[in-house]
Every structure is written in structure tokens, then in C-alpha cells.
């Protein structure tokens, strides 16, 4: 019988323990054995793990967070760390390992491989959704529904003093949380790194959005979405510049990791729930080094190297939307 065994690793997102869930569930099924390695690839360098079985399964499916931990791990880059792992996995007899994360835990999976022969399969994991060849990623559905709720209260208080917001976004270098979570919430304007021209070119379109708005129906809240690592400087830098051009306050709100936690929403618990029964039927096939994702409700094997060869694209209906509805070049 085959042993198996699962980790999550890097930024940690809702519905990893939903996966989590499947995959002991599917397990058992096949009568495989299943450990949890713990605190990503640290676990796999220190042997720390746990033995999963169903009674590890009993109300996860609504838990964010991770049951098994997370981490960024540097020690795991080296030559000497992918060894260390692939002495550890061959010491308990792992047929299979399967990683939960995003592209920097595929990275560290594909790098275990030249030292470890087993099999490796990837589910994507993050509420960046910047992982290519899947529509959306692990905790990237629940992850813009917090950004939503979260941008609807700023609305109550900027309506109510009739002032400028800038929210920023989570997102790493990607912006489809901050698109999506701003068409969503009905925000004025956004900035995403896959569009940002210049940082005057943007503060003009936002300065000649707030004037015309405000011709047409004196003073009015303004919500900027910001997606993070975007604006040179930061957050402030930008709220002070804009500020000053207006002649009004503008007040900056980072959402920060909020954006990470909570019970996972069904459409992450659904994706969770597929990709890890799917993977685990995967297991003992010749199939190796590949993310197991959805396209079209379909579930998609990818090379995990071409998982992070290219610059996943925004969704174009996203942006031709956000367009429309802001009347802005979006
Ligand atoms: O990848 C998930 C993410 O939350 C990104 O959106 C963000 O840039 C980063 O992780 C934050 O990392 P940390 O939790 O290490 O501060």
C-alpha cells in the first residue's frame, strides 16, 4: 500500500484545510497511509510530522488556516537542504509527496526532485491566484470576499465624511485579488501592477475622476483599490501626493493579513475539496511534478515548471468591466 504525504507551504490561504480534509479522506479510501508534514519544507528538513487519519477531518472543511502549518523556508533552497528532505522522505518510505502552496512552494518542489525520485504533486494554494494554468487558485474566492466586505465599510465612512479612501490590496505582484475585489465593491478606481503606466499618469486620471464627480455632485467619497508592492514609496506616499492635489484629506487603509484568514467560502471549499481528491487519484501513477488545477470546471494536469514560466494574465472580462463601470482606460 502506498504512503503518502501532504504539506502546505508558503503564504498559508482558506480552503488549504478543506484540501487537506480531502486528500486524508481519499486516502483512507484507497487504504493508503497519510502523514502531514508540518511547518512547510521545515517539517521535511526536522522529520517533524503527524500521522493523519479521519479523526483529524472532523470540522476542517470550514477552518482557515492550515491544521499543518506554514512557512517560507530558506534553509530548503540549498543543494544540501533538497538532500537532507529526500533522506528524510526515503527514511519513513513516502511513495508520494503533494504540496499545497503557490508558485514559490512549486519552485521548492521542483527542486526537491533532484534529489528525490518519489512522486510529487502540487495543488495551488494562495489568495494571489498568480499561479498560471489554473483559473483560480486555493483561497483567492474567499480571499476577495473579505476585501469586498472589508472595502464596504470604508464606503459607510468615506460616504459619510464625503472623503478619499485608498485601499491596498494584497496580491504579492499580481493584481487580480485588488480587480477583482474592487469591481466587486463598486470602488471608484484601481491600480494594478499588470496596468500601471506612470505614477503621474495614474494620479491624473484619479484627480480628473474625483473633479468631474465632484462637478457633477459636489463632494463625494472616492475609493481607490491599491494593489501592494504597486505604487512606488507605498500607500502614504501616494495618499500625501494626492492629498496635497486635492486639497483634501485622503486617508490610507491597508488591509493587510486579514485578507488571509476566515472560513473559507464554498467556491474555495468546493476547488479544495476536487483538487485533492483528484490528486490522491493520481497517486502510484507515473505522473510526477505536476500542479493539479481547474480550467473551465475541469481539472487540468500542468508541468509545475510551467506553473511560474509566464506572467499569469488578468482575466479580460474583469478588466473590461472595471473599465465600463469606472469609465476609466482600465
Ligand atoms: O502570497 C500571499 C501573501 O499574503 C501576499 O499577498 C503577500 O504579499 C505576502 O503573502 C505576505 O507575506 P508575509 O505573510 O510573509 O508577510
Not at 274 to 303: F, Q, R, S
Request: hydrophobic content about 40%.
Amino acid at each position: 500500500s502506498k504512503r503518502v504525504a501532504v504539506l502546505t507551504s508558503g503564504g498559508d490561504a482558506p480552503g488549504m484545510n478543506a484540501c487537506i480534509r480531502a486528500i486524508v479522506i481519499a486516502c483512507e479510501t484507497k487504504g493508503y497511509t497519510l502523514i502531514g508534514y508540518l511547518h512547510g519544507y521545515n517539517g521535511l528538513l526536522n522529520q517533524e510530522y503527524e500521522t493523519l487519519s479521519l479523526n483529524a477531518t472532523h470540522n476542517l472543511i470550514q477552518q482557515g488556516g492550515t491544521i499543518l502549518h506554514s512557512a517560507r523556508c530558506e534553509a530548503f533552497k540549498s543543494h544540501q537542504g533538497a538532500k537532507d528532505a529526500a533522506k528524510n522522505l526515503q527514511a519513513l518510505g513516502i511513495d508520494t509527496l503533494i504540496v499545497i502552496g503557490g508558485d514559490g512552494s512549486f519552485k521548492g518542489a521542483q527542486h526537491l526532485s533532484t534529489c528525490w525520485d518519489g512522486q510529487i504533486l502540487g495543488i495551488p494554494g494562495t489568495i494571489d491566484n498568480d499561479v498560471a494554468g489554473c483559473d483560480a487558485t486555493v483561497g483567492y474566492y474567499t480571499a476577495i470576499d473579505t476585501a469586498v466586505s472589508s472595502i464596504d465599510k470604508v464606503r459607510d465612512t468615506a460616504d459619510a465624511f464625503e472623503r478619499i479612501f485608498l485601499v491596498e490590496v494584497m496580491g504579492r505582484h499580481a493584481g487580480f485579488l485588488a480587480l477583482n475585489a474592487a469591481l466587486a465593491s463598486a470602488a471608484d478606481y484601481v491600480i494594478v501592477p499588470e496596468r500601471f503606466d506612470n505614477e503621474q499618469q495614474e494620479l491624473e486620471r484619479i484627480i480628473n475622476q474625483i473633479e468631474a464627480r465632484r462637478k457633477l455632485k459636489g463632494p463625494v467619497s472616492f475609493i481607490v483599490v491599491v494593489a501592494e508592492n504597486v505604487w512606488p514609496g507605498g500607500l502614504n506616499t501616494l495618499a500625501e501626493r494626492l492629498s496635497s492635489h486635492m486639497q483634501s484629506e485622503v486617508r490610507p487603509v491597508t488591509l493587510g493579513h486579514v485578507q488571509r484568514g476566515g472560513s473559507p467560502v464554498s467556491q474555495d471549499r468546493l476547488l479544495a475539496t476536487k483538487l485533492g481528491t483528484y490528486a490522491v487519484g493520481l497517486v502510484g501513477t507515473e505522473k510526477t511534478l505536476i500542479m493539479i488545477g481547474e480550467v473551465d470546471h475541469h481539472p487540468v494536469e500542468v508541468p509545475l515548471k510551467e506553473t511560474w514560466a509566464y506572467t499569469k494574465p488578468l482575466d479580460e472580462c474583469s478588466v473590461e468591466t472595471m473599465l465600463a463601470t469606472m469609465n476609466q482606460r482600465y
